[in-house]
T-cell receptor, first 114, second 109 residues
Framework: DAGITQSPRHKVTETGTPVTLRCHQTENHRYMYWYRQDPGHGLRLIHYSYGVKDTDKGEVSDGYSVSRSKTEDFLLTLESATSSQTSVYFCAISPRGDSYNEQFFGPGTRLTVL | QKEVEQNSGPLSVPEGAIASLNCTYSDRGSQSFFWYRQYSGKSPELIMF????GDKEDGRFTAQLNKASQYVSLLIRDSQPSDSATYLC?????????FGAGTILRVKS
């Protein structure tokens, strides 16, 4: 499992509430990623990080923010959750982060926004 | 828009047969290509990567890359029921992975 944990694993929340998902890695990799996975869309990149305090947007970043204050932790925040953010969220790490970008995934968080 | 296209399936093959999964991509400049396997309710698992034109074999899996035609394929020989899963093709654009929506494979015993 590449030393990646995600918490919580399941969460049900209500529209308009803030939600924070945590990704934790034990191998000090520089590159970390947040994806969401929805039926028919595959995995889509939300945000990624290439070091402590260094983050950038992905394909579907609207409504999400991230923070990385320590190498091992990458947090994804939904400031005000909406039903369209109901999804499965995966964190990934990469030892390289370049054009040979092998990525390894955490177990996922299933989020339901009512 | 960087695109990765896969047939959603399901692709059904009998046990012991060869399963052939295909993927096309839009950017000729892409250098790296990956195949992930995802069982229902689980996270994607990297099973193959290929960087150069031609074939790359690993056990029962063979990845094939044709950059001129912009396609990458995955062959699974001697398919087993345990191979039943969704297979995701992923292509590196710049420093980011772009995934196809996946092909569902069903191996019938």
């Amino acid at each position: 499992d590449a030393g990646i944990t995600q918490s919580p694993r399941h969460k049900v929340t209500e529209t308009g509430t803030p939600v924070t998902l945590r990704c934790h890695q034990t191998e000090n990799h520089r590159y970390m990623y947040w994806y969401r996975q929805d039926p028919g869309h595959g995995l889509r990149l939300i945000h990624y990080s290439y070091g402590v305090k260094d983050t950038d947007k992905g394909e579907v970043s609207d409504g999400y923010s991230v923070s990385r204050s320590k190498t091992e932790d990458f947090l994804l925040t939904l400031e005000s959750a909406t039903s369209s953010q109901t999804s499965v969220y995966f964190c990934a790490i990469s030892p390289r982060g370049d054009s040979y970008n092998e990525q390894f995934f955490g177990p996922g968080t299933r989020l339901t926004v009512l | 828009q960087k695109e990765v296209e896969q047939n959603s399936g399901p692709l059904s093959v009998p046990e012991g047969a060869i399963a052939s999964l295909n993927c096309t991509y839009s950017d000729r400049g892409s250098q790296s290509f990956f195949w992930y396997r995802q069982y229902s309710g689980k996270s994607p698992e990297l099973i193959m990567f290929i960087y150069s034109n031609g074939d790359k074999e690993d056990g029962r899996f063979t990845a094939q890359l044709n950059k001129a035609s912009q396609y990458v394929s995955l062959l699974i020989r001697d398919s087993q029921p345990s191979d039943s899963a969704t297979y995701l093709c992923a292509v590196v654009y710049g420093n980011k992975l772009v995934f196809g929506a996946g092909t569902i494979l069903r191996v019938k015993s």
